[in-house]
C-alpha cells in the first residue's frame, strides 16, 4: 500500500515537472513538447498505479497545434483499463476527468488566444494613433506653413498696390505742384504756398516709400520663397532644408533667392538635373548656402565660378556682402554632383542692411 503511494507521488511530481517544461518549451519546439506529453503517459505504463496523471497530460495535450493528440489519453486510459485490471469505476473516474481536463484547456487555449488578439489589436492601435499623430503634425505644419506664406504674400501684394497706386499718384501731385511752380513764379505767396504743399507731398511720398519697404522686407521668409523657388523651378525632386532658429536678415535672404534662383535654373537649362538640395545653415559667425545637383557636369576643371554670367552675377552679389563663393564638382565619377557654395558673415550683413 505505501509503495502503491510512493510511486503514485513520485509520479504525480514526475508529471508536474512535465508540464512545467512544457509550459517554457511551448508548442515551438513540437518534438520536445510531444515527449513532455508522452513521458507521463510512458510513466503510467509501466506502473499502472500513476494513472492518476493521465488528466494532467490530457490537459498538455489538448494545447498542442496537432489537435488529434488530445484523443491519446483518453486511448490510454481504455487500454489501461483493458489490460492492467482496473476497476470500472476507476476508469469511469479518469474518463471523466479526462474529459474535464480536455475541455478545460480548450477554454484556457481559446482565452489565451483572445488575450493575445486583443494585445496585437491593442499594440496595432496604438501604432495607428502615433501615426495618426505623426500625420496630424504634419497636417498642422503644413497648415501653418501654407498660412504664413500666404500672409506674406498678401503684404508683398499690398505693397505693389500701394507702391503702383499711391505712390505714382503722389508722384503725379509732386510733378503737378513743380509746374504750379513755374507758371506762378512771379507770385511769391503763390510759390510759398505750393512749396509747404510740395514739403507735404515729399514727406507724404518718403514716409509711404519706408511703408511699402518695410511691408516687403516683412514678407520676405527664406523658407517659404526656397520652397516656392523649388516647386516652381522644373526640377524633379528638390529637397530643402531651412530650418533655422533665426531668420537671416533680408539683405542676405535676397542674396541667397538670388542665388538659388539662377542656380536651379542653371541646373534646368544647362544641366539638366532631375535632382537638387538646397541647404541654408546658421552658424555662429556665418550664413551657409549650399545648392547642389545631379545634371551634367561642367567640362572646365577649376575656376568655375568666373564661367558664365549666371556665374559671375551670383559670385558678384555675395562678394557685395563681404561674403564668400564657389562652384565645384564634388563626389566620385558616379556621384559626382555640381555645388554651388555662398557664406556671409554676419557681421557684413548687419552693414549692409544699415
Request: with cysteine.
Amino acid at each position: 500500500m505505501r509503495g502503491d503511494l510512493a510511486s503514485s507521488v513520485v509520479a504525480m511530481l514526475v508529471a508536474v515537472c512535465a508540464s512545467a517544461a512544457f509550459e517554457v518549451v511551448g508548442d515551438g519546439h513540437r518534438k520536445a513538447a510531444l515527449a513532455l506529453v508522452l513521458a507521463p503517459l510512458v510513466l503510467c505504463a509501466l506502473a499502472p498505479v500513476a494513472c492518476i496523471v493521465v488528466p494532467l497530460s490530457s490537459y498538455d495535450a489538448a494545447r498542442l497545434k496537432t489537435r488529434w493528440l488530445a484523443v491519446v489519453p483518453l486511448a490510454f486510459v481504455a487500454c489501461l483499463g483493458a489490460t492492467c485490471g482496473l476497476g470500472l469505476v476507476t476508469v469511469c473516474q479518469l474518463v471523466v476527468a479526462t474529459l474535464f481536463s480536455l475541455a478545460l484547456s480548450v477554454r484556457t487555449t481559446r482565452v489565451l488566444e483572445g488575450q493575445s488578439q486583443l494585445h496585437r489589436l491593442q499594440d496595432d492601435l496604438n501604432d495607428r494613433l502615433i501615426a495618426l499623430g505623426e500625420k496630424n503634425a504634419e497636417l498642422v505644419d503644413a497648415r501653418e506653413y501654407e498660412t504664413h506664406a500666404a500672409a506674406l504674400s498678401e503684404r508683398t501684394r499690398i505693397a505693389r498696390e500701394i507702391h503702383d497706386s499711391v505712390g505714382h499718384l503722389l508722384t503725379r501731385l509732386v510733378l503737378q505742384v513743380e509746374a504750379l511752380k513755374v507758371v506762378h513764379r512771379d507770385d511769391s505767396t503763390v510759390v510759398e504756398d505750393l512749396d509747404e504743399v510740395l514739403g507735404g507731398l515729399n514727406d507724404a511720398l518718403s514716409s509711404m516709400r519706408r511703408s511699402v519697404h518695410a511691408l516687403e522686407d516683412s514678407g520676405v521668409d527664406l523658407g517659404c520663397e526656397l520652397n516656392r523657388l523649388a516647386t516652381e523651378c522644373g526640377i524633379r525632386n528638390v529637397t530643402v532644408a531651412c530650418s533655422l532658429d533665426v531668420a537671416p536678415p533680408v539683405m542676405v535672404s535676397r542674396c541667397f533667392l538670388m542665388v538659388a534662383r539662377e542656380a536651379l535654373t542653371n541646373a534646368v537649362r544647362h544641366a539638366h538635373a532631375s535632382d537638387a538640395l538646397v541647404a541654408v545653415t546658421c552658424l555662429p559667425g556665418l550664413w551657409q548656402l549650399r545648392i547642389t545637383n545631379d545634371g551634367v557636369m561642367p567640362s572646365q576643371g577649376t575656376d568655375l565660378e568666373l564661367h558664365g554670367m549666371g556665374l559671375r552675377s551670383m559670385r558678384s552679389r555675395v562678394l557685395e556682402m563681404g561674403g564668400v563663393f564657389s562652384a565645384r564638382v564634388d563626389g566620385g565619377r558616379e556621384s559626382e554632383r555640381f555645388v554651388v557654395f555662398a557664406s556671409v558673415p554676419r557681421g557684413m550683413d548687419e552693414e549692409a542692411c544699415q
